[in-house]
């Protein structure tokens, strides 16, 4: 369910202590509405905080078609249809760069939103409305059952952050350390009368983005033989697994606290308490 469960209970807790109708016959005392402090939370903290964790379920959901783009185009170039003859068939232009750093680009760009509503959420779930008592017992317990289970929901959510911006701050420090490699490598090389004046490649055999730069020490501990760690940051097909899991795992958390919302909005949306107005 995820983010269906939350945008149900999203209508739900519009309608939280909603003033009961006026009377036809005039009532013999004017009465005001008191609202309980759970109905309160639920509209001032609870609600908006929600909101701001399906932002980033649209958001993160948007990310693993663009690592399925920068994967394909390390393989088989910018051309899809390069993929049919396997590994290593360019397109035509030689573009797998530029996809590359479109893909790259549109990831980064997924970050700061994400990385904004999460401080927001842990600002608003911390706030000391939510974590001191309200003076009703069943009250206090209702909220803190709802905080916790959205901190979870968070929490999975930040591990999507994190391998997103992982994945990107690697990426890029592994395009600025190779950045003019191939320039210096020309320029050191001994002057020839004669000689053609060509640009190199860097050697494919000594460059793996995977790595930032670094070549990879033969002595490293494959993260996906080590047990019970299911996830990895290298190459791209593990962390679209890795990603993967994170969107399940938020989702089933979601699906945990719309339960815990959803109750307690229904109880909020009956009668609410009244007292005699002086």
Excluded at 73 to 91: E, F, R, T, V, W
Excluded at 110 to 129: F, K
Aim: aromatic residues 4%; hydrophobic residues 40%; glycine residues 8%.
């Amino acid at each position: 369910m995820g983010s269906l469960g939350f945008r149900l209970l999203l209508v739900a807790t519009a309608t939280i202590a909603a003033t009961p109708t006026p009377s036809a016959t005039p009532p013999p005392q004017i009465y005001r509405v008191v609202s309980r402090p759970l109905c309160s939370e639920l509209r001032q903290r609870i609600k908006p905080a929600i909101g701001m964790i399906m932002e980033n379920d649209a958001t993160i959901k948007k990310s693993p078609e663009l690592f399925k783009q920068y994967n394909t185009a390390s393989l088989y170039g910018s051309d899809p249809g390069a993929a049919q003859n396997g590994p290593g068939a360019m397109d035509p232009g030689g573009s797998s760069n530029g996809t590359q750093e479109i893909a790259l680009l549109g990831l980064e760009n997924l970050i700061r939103p994400i990385a904004n509503n999460i401080i927001a959420i842990q600002t608003v779930l911390d706030s000391p409305e939510l974590r001191t008592t309200t003076g009703l017992v069943d009250d206090d317990k209702r909220l803190q059952d709802i905080r916790q289970k959205l901190l979870k929901a968070l929490a999975a959510q930040n591990a999507s952050l994190d391998i997103i911006s992982g994945f990107v701050d690697t990426q890029q420090m592994a395009n600025l350390q190779h950045a003019g490699e191939a320039y210096i490598g020309e320029m050191s090389q001994p002057e020839t009368q004669g000689a053609t004046s060509s640009t190199p490649a860097p050697n494919p055999l000594s460059y793996s983005p995977n790595y930032a730069g670094l070549p990879p020490n033969p002595y490293s501990i494959d993260l996906a033989t080590v047990p019970g760690l299911t996830l990895g940051y290298n190459p791209v097909t593990r962390l679209l697994e890795a990603l993967g899991w994170t969107i399940d795992q938020t989702a089933g958390r979601e699906n945990d606290a719309a339960t815990a919302v959803m109750s307690s909005a229904a109880l909020c949306a009956a009668v609410p308490l009244a007292s005699p107005s002086p």
